[in-house]
């Protein structure tokens, strides 16, 4: 059965593990598309606060990101005002979804491996 | 909006001129955007320390990405480059230069005490200037 990890192209491997910036930013948008604020504020979120990310880290990411064609920008059209029309709004490519994938089955093997090792409590599910 | 959030984002212009030029005009005004939300947000629920946390946050972004995206510029390495070598070249000479002058009081001084036999261009011997 081909895993997520499979399904990657080749040239995209490298890419994982993915970088905490990166896994963020694809987690957040993987809900659907954001202006880079919402991005920011989700990250904060789903890590718990844990990490943090400035514009200048955000943004260079974003055009890594873009320039990988794991987002892409969407045809959102802005608010009224001068403030929302300067927001862009981006959301995740199918390569996106599939390294985002193949990233959290990275880490799924991870934490059943750590369980077979008992590093971890078993959770009851 | 307070004045100190608008100082700040006013202040936060002049710190995207840290980025590069073509990395500014892609993303130079949504980031002034999101620094905003980011300072307005945090004044209303943090006040002072949350502007201040922001700001930490936004000037340790200029050593940790401004700088390093700057120095991946072709013309900053070359100017940054050519820099380094210039310093290392008249460090080099100054080095030498210094070495010189120290030999010549060697001769003069320490040397008179501990070569009193050596002769100088002068004709004269050290163990005369200790006379």
């Not at chain 1, 920008?73 to 995740?92: I, P, V």
């Not at chain 1, 979804?97 to 078993?122: G, N, Q, Y």
């Not at chain 2, 001084?109 to 036999?117: D, E, K, Q, T, Y």
Request: some cysteine; aromatic content about 8%.
């Amino acid at each position: 059965m081909p895993t997520a990890a499979n399904r990657v192209p080749d040239d995209m491997q490298h890419l994982l593990p993915l970088t905490p910036a990166v896994f963020f930013i694809l987690f957040a948008l993987a809900d659907g598309e954001k202006h880079g604020y919402a991005i920011m504020q989700s990250v904060s979120r789903i890590s718990d606060n844990q990490f943090r990310m400035g514009p200048g880290t955000l943004y260079t990411t974003i055009q890594r990101l873009l320039d990988l064609d794991l987002i892409e920008e969407t045809e959102s059209a802005g608010g009224q005002s001068d403030h929302e029309n300067r927001r862009r709004y981006y959301k995740l490519t199918r390569t996106g979804k599939t390294i985002l994938a193949a990233d959290i089955s990275r880490m799924e093997s991870v934490v059943r491996l750590a369980r077979e090792k008992k590093l971890v409590p078993k959770t009851s599910e | 909006m307070t004045s100190a959030v608008r100082v700040s984002c006013g202040l936060y212009k002049m710190v995207l001129l840290t980025y590069p030029r073509d990395f500014r005009l892609r993303f130079g005004s949504e980031m002034a955007t999101t620094f905003s939300d980011q300072i307005c947000a945090e004044w209303k629920h943090n006040g002072l320390p949350g502007v201040a946390r922001v700001w930490r946050s936004a000037v340790g972004e200029v050593l940790s990405v401004a700088v390093p995206l700057r120095l991946r510029s072709p013309i900053v390495i070359a100017t940054s480059l050519s820099l380094l070598l210039s310093t290392a070249l008249f460090m080099t000479v100054f080095h030498a230069m210094t070495h010189v002058c120290n030999g010549e009081q060697f001769t003069d001084s320490a040397g008179a005490r501990r070569f009193p036999n050596l002769t100088r261009c002068d004709g004269l011997s050290a163990r005369d200037d200790m006379r």
